[in-house]
């Protein structure tokens, strides 16, 4: 984040658990961390410690014996409330010799979901639902399921994973399902925006909410969507349209789509490089592509207290901002840190798909000087088919055919 979002919020450490055991000096010695945790994404946290000083007697590497911590073992960061931050496996080690400072070590660990993303599998089912596949690889693993979605899911006649993980599996079925999937402990959550969990967390800027930055892009949001492909069983087309009024459960202001359509125009765009199988589906794919991008037009960074309340997969309401950029919100990445210069923090991302309501119908008022300003007179010319005989009458080019 820019300069202006770097300060300092909460002078506080972080307690670290490993294997569920507090180990002496590893929370003093630590200089740095970093824990990101984004929906759809394997969640990361990187640890820097200081690795040089005594050792009973002696001086040298403080951490090379890998008593502290090692491959493998369970890493958990809490927060000065004891809540837990992240909780992960450490699978990377790394050592650094800078210049001008004592040498440092940083361990890397990730959640379950890594687990996921290891093994290439190539393998299919028949007549399966998407959410079932999703609960037949969550069992795989262990993983709890909690699965929120009120969404149409059509059976699909079958779905392949070829050389693909596990994880890029899920990744494949929930986006064209329009819904989303995180880890929380050992459950995996797979949820649609409309049902997301709303905390009733609330900041307001300038107490709980330090700094944020908000933009509203219209650059890729469209008024209609379609989704198009031929049916080899039926030998017929299959196309299926959608429009802003899908985005009407999860905003309350004015969305991209409604924008455009009524400050720029109709803005149509054609996806033909998905495999529906039938109008159904086709629908479910066209309504998820339409939201992902949606969801995308109002994002946000902010910087706020650093704690356990901020989850991805939740909805936010910010205050303090004004009628165009405050209401609620959906955090999609929570990132926390913590150095010796600006102490413990947690930046976060959110989106959405509207502006404020207050903001938006302006444009459209008509001012009295435009109520009683005449009307153009209009000529009434009748334009001739023939052309002038000292000017060559210009070949018009063929018109292009568009296919949907």
Not at 36 to 65: A, I, P, Q
Not at 67 to 79: A, K, P, T
Not at 92 to 107: R, V
Not at 171 to 185: A, I, P
Request: proline share 3%; net charge negative; aromatic share 6%.
């Amino acid at each position: 984040m820019n300069d202006s979002i770097q300060s300092s919020v909460v002078v506080s450490r972080p307690t670290l658990l490993i294997n569920g055991k507090q180990v002496a000096d590893l929370d003093q010695d630590l200089l740095a961390l970093f824990i990101k945790h984004k929906v759809n994404h394997v969640s990361r946290c990187e640890l820097r410690f200081s690795n040089w000083g005594t050792m009973g007697r002696n001086v040298g590497y403080r951490y090379f014996d890998l008593d502290s911590f090692n491959f493998g073992q369970v890493l958990e960061v809490l927060d000065a409330e004891d809540q837990r931050l992240f909780i992960g496996r450490i699978d990377q080690i790394d050592a650094s010799y800078p210049s001008n400072e004592p040498p440092g070590i940083k361990i890397v660990a990730e959640d379950r979901l890594a687990e996921l993303n290891i093994v290439r599998r190539t393998r299919s089912a028949q007549e399966i639902r998407s959410t079932v596949m999703i609960e037949s690889i969550a069992a795989d693993y262990s993983l709890l399921l909690d699965i929120r979605v009120a969404l149409p899911d059509v059976i699909l006649p079958i779905i392949s994973q070829v050389n693909q993980t596990d994880f890029q599996l899920i990744s494949h079925l929930t986006q064209q399902l329009g819904v989303e999937f995180w880890l929380d402990d050992d459950t995996l959550s797979v949820s649609e925006r409309s049902l997301a969990d709303d905390s009733e967390l609330e900041l307001r800027y300038g107490r709980e909410l330090s700094a944020f930055e908000a933009k509203a892009d219209l650059s890729d949001q469209v008024s209609e969507l379609s989704v198009t492909s031929w049916s080899a069983l039926e030998k017929a087309i299959i196309k299926q349209t959608v429009n802003h009024q899908i985005m009407a459960n999860e905003s309350s202001g004015k969305t991209g789509g409604e924008i455009v359509k009524s400050m720029i125009g109709q803005r149509h765009q054609r996806l033909v490089n998905q495999m529906p199988v039938n109008d159904e589906h086709a629908r479910i794919i066209a309504e998820a592509e339409y939201r992902l991008q949606a969801r995308r037009f109002v994002t946000g960074r902010g910087l706020c207290e650093v704690g356990g309340h901020l989850r991805i997969g939740t909805l936010l309401n910010l205050e303090g901002l004004g009628n165009l950029f405050e209401g609620q919100y959906y955090v999609n990445e929570v990132t926390h840190l913590f150095d010796s210069n600006l102490g413990f923090r947690s930046e976060f991302e959110v989106e959405r798909p509207a502006l404020g309501i207050e903001s938006f119908g302006k444009h459209s008022r008509t001012t009295e000087k435009e109520k009683t300003r005449k009307p153009k007179r209009e000529t009434n010319v009748q334009k001739t088919s023939q052309t002038s005989p000292s000017k060559p009458s210009r070949k018009r080019k063929p018109a292009l055919t568009e296919h949907d």
